[in-house]
């Protein structure tokens, strides 16, 4: 959250550019920043002298007061959070399916960790997944309790819809709405207050194409789009424009898009990611592993130095197998000279 001290030593450039709604203000209270944007707050109310304070009937005091308090003003009526400095999460032990109590006490997951959840089909990851999601304080079927930065989540996360905690890619997702890809993630931008909106628009629809196999444009409708296509869409605006500390991924494999791809894209720096998966490639890039069983995580498992090596063995055998999916969905015959991994 920024404070008054901080505020004070941001220059006006910044503050209009974090945001937009100060200008507003600052014409209301017919101050004329032209020509000051690389001058700090403090710095440009200083410059008044005397006679312009009494003129005018500036007060300097007052005016940093108020523009703190309309920010945040600004800021809840938007439904944004600002940055929310999540440095961990924490998932404390419920019960598995038979209601027996699961086998750890406590996990905590780090800024930049990468957590695959594995387990058979029907054992409770997306589960585990949708616990997150919703910050479980021992409310959900599985009685697990969620903390963040090690305490229990402010429960106004759950419900704000811009700047959220979690970003969460679903195992199903349908469009609804009668809008554009490009109405779709304009919509969006706007609702983060993104200064460089082409710009940005312009990046999701070059990243999701990267990821799609058929290329769609900004005019094609998003209801008209394939599922590994919206699929698409989602992960390159979750990437591009999510400010989400937490990013959780239910079965990116299953979509048809490049899954190493969507992965690199979405693990940006400082975020923490869990993702349920059954593919092996995508379960040994992750540090460590939740195994689930019966409803329970019933193992956690750190990747070990060997894995890693099998690791790049399967990244080799998962370029062959890419190799070979294009050349059948481009209608080709497949050769028999692919490279033994
Ligand atoms: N600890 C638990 N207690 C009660 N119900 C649970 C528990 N864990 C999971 N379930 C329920 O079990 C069902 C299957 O779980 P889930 O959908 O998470 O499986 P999954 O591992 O994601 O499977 P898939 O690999 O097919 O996606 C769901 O209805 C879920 O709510
Ligand atoms: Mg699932």
Redesign the pocket.
């Known amino acids: 959250m920024i404070t008054k001290e901080t505020l004070k030593h941001k220059t006006l450039g910044a503050i209009l550019a974090e945001y937009p709604f100060t200008l507003t203000f600052f014409e209301n209270n017919k101050l004329h920043l032209d020509g000051h944007e690389s001058s700090t707050l403090a710095d440009y109310l200083q410059q008044f002298d005397e006679e312009a304070i009494e003129n005018w009937a500036i007060d300097i005091e007052k005016i940093e007061g108020d523009l703190f308090a309309y920010i945040h003003q600004m800021l809840s009526f938007l439904g944004i959070k600002e940055e929310t400095g999540v440095d961990s999460l924490t998932i404390l032990a419920?019960?598995?399916?038979s209601g027996q109590k699961e086998t750890f006490e406590s996990l905590t997951i780090r800024k930049s960790d990468i957590i695959a959840i594995v387990?058979?089909?029907?054992?409770?990851?997306?589960?585990?997944l949708g616990d997150i999601e919703w910050t479980a304080n021992a409310d959900t079927?599985?009685r697990r309790t969620i903390l963040i930065n090690g305490e229990l989540p402010d429960k106004k996360w759950r419900f704000s819809s811009s700047n959220k905690l979690v970003a969460q890619l679903s195992?199903n997702m349908n469009f609804v709405m009668d809008l554009t890809v490009g109405e779709f993630i304009e919509l969006h931008a706007k609702s983060r207050l993104v200064e460089n909106e082409a710009e940005v628009i312009a990046k999701i629809i070059e990243a999701a194409n990267h990821l799609a196999g058929e290329k769609f444009s900004l005019e094609t409708p998003v209801t008209s789009l394939s599922g590994g296509q919206s699929r698409a869409l989602m992960i390159a605006d979750t990437a591009i424009l999510s400010t989400s500390p937490i990013v959780l991924i239910d079965?990116i494999e299953n979509a048809g898009i490049d899954r190493q791809k969507a992965l690199k894209l979405l693990v940006g720096e400082e975020k923490i990611v869990l993702m349920?998966t059954?593919d092996p490639t995508l379960a040994l890039m992750a540090d460590k592993r939740i195994v689930?069983k019966n409803?329970?995580i019933a193992k956690i498992l750190e990747t070990t130095t060997e894995e890693k090596t099998v690791l790049k063995k399967l990244e080799k055998m998962d370029a062959v197998i890419r190799e070979l999916r294009a050349d059948l969905r481009a209608g080709e015959h497949v050769k028999g000279d692919y490279e033994d991994a």
């Open positions: 419920g019960q598995d399916k387990g058979p089909t029907g054992s409770g990851k997306s589960r585990l079927p599985t195992q079965e349920a059954h689930i409803g329970g």
